[in-house]
């Protein structure tokens, strides 16, 4: 089957990949079923790139796959934070049904929790469906042996089990081996050396985002002398801090002058850049057509370290939309509906089923997932979920903020405050209270709310060892007083 016939299915609302499957089982080829790129940053904001509203960070390369395909204006990740929004990508569940809606700490090595293994990851299901599989960049869902990505369906790992990693290699090579050399033993783990599936990396001097980028190069290069699929989620570390730029990238933004905001921006248009090289080997591998690129962030900016949510209220870990609505697009040429917008809610928990499908890929029998397939939505602009929620729990200490959209409709409960109601289609900014207007309203999704959360388990482990003991100290999650209305 031809480009020619796959337009013709996506121009119906039919996957092109359900009739490309039945011909990869007739011809014995998986040839046309998509490469799905999954490019994931770290803490990038709402308008910190062009295609999404940035006036002074350039982004040429993001931009123009974005504007040659569906940009989602309203994309959310499960989590404001980024360990348990990673956890939801890879197991389509809320990171609250599975004990992991917090960050694992990294302050030592030596630590053995993870994603628990009964949850079985996307990449597992789209390695068994004959997809070569790697993951590039930041994992943060465990350290111990059976956490780590080669035993959770990746074929290939490159790069740190930490929450983050300085960039420069020179710097954090010479502060580990000064670490080593005085016999510490739990080294702090932004400065430990990459790896290459379980063993230390044969790494370079490259910039760190230069280095993935590469490594990504690498990986497509490798399926296309495979023959095969591949499924690469590519999870950048940038802009995430430790705020460090090379020069040459910093000179381009020489008239932002507040120094966060600039190496900031030099952060993320090394990212674009990166992504430049890879389309471009893509293309020259006659790949790039039959390529499913999604670009997103793992949660909204820090705007202390020089990221911006505008025009979103909030900052990375609120329940306010700035902390888990992110800039999103969708490109796959002649299949992706090219220059346009799709303005309905849509989560990061969809990856899962939609991948799935798209791979010709199995559910797990028994597998649980909190999100749905929303290709033929997509492709024919319809609402993929329309009178169903989208959520979003930050526990803090002692109390939880929620964030809770249905349709044009959210309800916010923050910092030990009143539930508040906004428009948010009207209202994206969330200015505009109309819980006293509407207290009917507020009552119905609070309830909804409230019944979606029995579900949710103990957490497995905590970020600090101070956020455990308050946790049990509290009664947390202290729902009772979490959902209580005046």
Excluded at 443 to 455: H, L
Aim: glycine share 8%; with cysteine; aromatic share 14%.
């Amino acid at each position: 089957m031809n480009f020619s016939n796959k337009i013709k299915f996506a121009i119906c609302g039919i996957s092109p990949l359900i009739v490309s499957n039945v011909v990869a089982k007739t011809n014995n080829t998986q040839t046309l079923r998509p490469n799905i790129l999954v490019v994931l940053c770290d803490d990038l904001g709402y308008s910190d790139v062009g295609f999404n509203g940035s006036k002074d960070i350039k982004t040429p390369v993001l931009d123009d796959l974005a504007n040659h395909g569906t940009i989602f204006s309203s994309a959310y990740v499960a989590h404001p934070f980024s360990g348990p929004s990673r956890a939801s990508i890879m197991t389509g569940r809320y990171s609250q049904f599975i004990g992991a809606p917090f960050n694992l700490s990294d302050d030592t090595e030596d630590i053995r929790e993870g994603v628990p293994v009964t949850e079985t990851f996307i990449s597992k299901v789209l390695q068994k469906s004959g997809y070569y599989t790697s993951a590039i960049g930041k994992w943060h869902l465990g350290y111990d042996k059976q956490f780590q990505p080669n035993s959770r369906g990746f074929d290939d790992f490159y790069g740190f089990l930490g929450g983050g990693h300085n960039y420069f290699p020179k710097q954090y090579k010479t502060a580990y081996q000064k670490q080593l050399n005085v016999g510490k033993k739990n080294i702090f783990v932004y400065i430990t050396p990459l790896l290459h599936n379980r063993e230390k990396a044969n790494e370079n001097d490259e910039y760190i985002t230069d280095n993935f980028s590469h490594q990504a190069i690498r990986v497509v290069n490798e399926a296309a002398e495979m023959k095969k699929p591949f499924f690469m989620y590519l999870a950048y570390n940038a802009p995430h801090v430790p705020l460090e730029a090379k020069e040459e990238d910093m000179a381009k933004f020489s008239e932002i002058k507040d120094i966060k905001r600039r190496t900031f921006a030099a952060m993320v248009y090394a990212v674009d850049r990166g992504v430049g090289e890879i389309v471009k080997t893509l293309k020259a591998n006659h790949q790039f057509e039959n390529t499913l690129i999604v670009f997103l962030s793992d949660n909204g900016a820090n705007i202390e370290h020089g990221g911006t949510n505008f025009p979103l209220k909030g900052t990375k870990g609120d329940t306010w939309e700035g902390g888990y609505r992110v800039p999103m697009f969708f490109h796959w040429p002649n299949v992706i509906p090219s220059g346009k917008r799709f303005d309905y809610p849509v989560s990061s928990l969809d990856f899962y089923p939609t991948f799935t499908k798209l791979a010709g890929g199995k559910i797990p029998k028994g597998k649980i997932l909190d999100g749905k397939d929303i290709w033929n939505d997509v492709i024919t602009g319809k609402n993929p979920r329309k009178g169903q929620m989208i959520y979003a729990v930050r526990y803090r200490n002692g109390f939880t903020d929620v964030g809770a959209r249905k349709d044009d409709w959210k309800i916010v409960k923050f910092f030990k405050a009143p539930w508040k109601l906004f428009n948010i289609t009207e209202d994206i900014s969330e200015r505009n209270d109309l819980s006293a207007k509407y207290p009917e309203k507020v009552e119905q999704m609070v309830s909804e709310t409230e019944k979606w959360s029995r579900g949710h388990v103990t957490p497995l482990w905590f970020n600090t060892e101070k956020e455990k003991i308050i946790w049990f100290e509290t009664g947390m999650p202290n729902y009772k007083e979490t959902f209580k209305l005046p």
